[in-house]
């Protein structure tokens, strides 16, 4: 499997895991580190291997894209709109 391939599954299984433990709201309200964790910190734990590095960056690149499409909750005055 190509290296974007396994960064592809990787940074979703990720980002269903840390959804899953946090939650949506919680998740958006962290977004920033979380993106920090996973592009800066998650590639320097594979450093020994330029597949394992590339790897990283790649799912930390796309766990960003994912965290940034991921809707923000709706307030209780939205909510009140909607009804």
Do not use: C, H
């Amino acid at each position: 499997m190509s290296i974007i391939g396994t960064a592809f599954f990787a940074a979703i299984g990720y980002y269903i895991i840390v959804y899953k433990a946090l939650g949506r709201r919680r998740l958006v309200k962290t977004q920033t580190f979380w993106d920090i964790l996973f592009t800066v910190l998650l590639p320097m734990l594979f450093i020994g291997t330029f597949s394992g590095l590339a790897t990283a960056v790649i799912e930390g690149v796309l766990f960003s894209i994912f965290t940034a499409l991921t809707p923000k909750p709706l307030t209780e005055e939205e909510l009140n709109n909607y009804k």
